[in-house]
């Protein structure tokens, strides 16, 4: 299941992962608030699907996932052909700094820890 939004001209289009529907919502229309365009994905594979056809630009990506975790996620994303590839942030309770490592080594980007304020969503 996928929630879109509509945004401005210029704005980021953004895919947030994460198997908390209400976590997932609230930060997408945060997203939206801050003029971004937004879909939502609760798995993983989902969310490789939707970065074939939403082509985001970044995607916030939960590790603790039900299905395939968001490192092996983040791999198959990276694997995408015919796409450009999205700035990949780990969005995730997991901070220890093998989560860390572990998501480098999987594509990731940037590793946030939950709970994330809007000052840092701001720097999209």
Known sequence: MTEQSQASPGARRILVV??????A???AELLQIFGHETTVAHNGENAVALTSTF????????????DISGYE?????????????PQLIAL?????DSDKEAAAQAGFDKHWTKPVGP??????
């Open 18 to 23: 994460d198997d908390n529907v209400d976590a």
């Open 73 to 85: 996620a983040a791999r198959r994303i990276r694997k995408l052909e015919g796409i450009s590839q």
């Open 92 to 96: 995730t309770g997991w901070s220890q």
């Open 25 to 27: 919502t609230v930060l």
């Open 119 to 124: 000052d840092q969503l701001q720097q999209l």
């Open 55 to 66: 082509r985001p630009d970044v995607v916030l990506l939960d590790i603790g996932l039900p």
